[in-house]
């Protein structure tokens, strides 16, 4: 778990592939599900929708794969109880943390494809994500390990995770 664009689907697929684990990610089994992308349930059915659907997935693929690693969405830990829901039946939950400059760099470059960004203006990203993350770090601070991952790459958060599982 982590914040849009943290490197959670790059970091559990390798994980996953490292642990010989299964791998799902929550966003592309919606969107499976849905046959719409996640952009489009938002702009069609609004968010209040995506996020009982995104609940209603989460315990769905928990119970189902009791072995694999899952790559949630950025939002999925602070609705609901989904927290709860992943603390009591995942083994361990990773909240990759990434410092906010690095979080804007990454997000200006794709902000288009995500809904929740896409009509902020460039200029004012980093106060929005500033605020964001603020309001989610109480969810994400919930996980059982908490990785550094300012300025890492892919191979050596995986090297972080595993030595903690
Ligand atoms: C969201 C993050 C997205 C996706 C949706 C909402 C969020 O996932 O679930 O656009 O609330 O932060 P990623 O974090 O994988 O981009």
């Not at 989460?58 to 602070?78: A, I, K, Q």
């Not at 829901?85 to 794709?110: F, G």
């Not at 996980?143 to 550094?148: F, I, L, S």
């Amino acid at each position: 778990m982590g914040y849009m664009a943290s490197g959670k689907s790059t970091v559990g697929k390798l994980l996953a592939r490292q642990l010989g684990a299964g791998f799902i990610d929550l966003d592309d089994y919606i969107e499976k599900q849905e046959k719409k992308s996640i952009k489009t349930i938002f702009l069609e059915k609004g968010e209040i929708y995506f996020r009982k659907l995104e609940h209603q997935m989460l315990s769905r693929v928990l119970d189902e794969n009791p072995s694999m690693v899952l790559s949630t969405g950025g939002g999925t830990p602070c609705y609901g109880n989904n927290m709860q829901t992943i603390l009591e039946k995942a083994d361990h939950s990773v909240y990759l943390q990434l410092p906010i400059p690095e979080l804007v760099d990454r997000i200006a470059k794709e902000k288009e494809q995500r809904p929740l960004v896409r009509n902020i203006a460039d200029a004012d990203l980093p106060e929005f994500i500033g605020k964001h993350l603020f309001e989610r770090i109480p969810y994400y601070s919930l996980a059982t390990h908490v990785v550094d991952c300012g300025g890492k790459d892919v191979e050596t958060v995986v090297k972080e995770i595993e030595k903690r599982l």
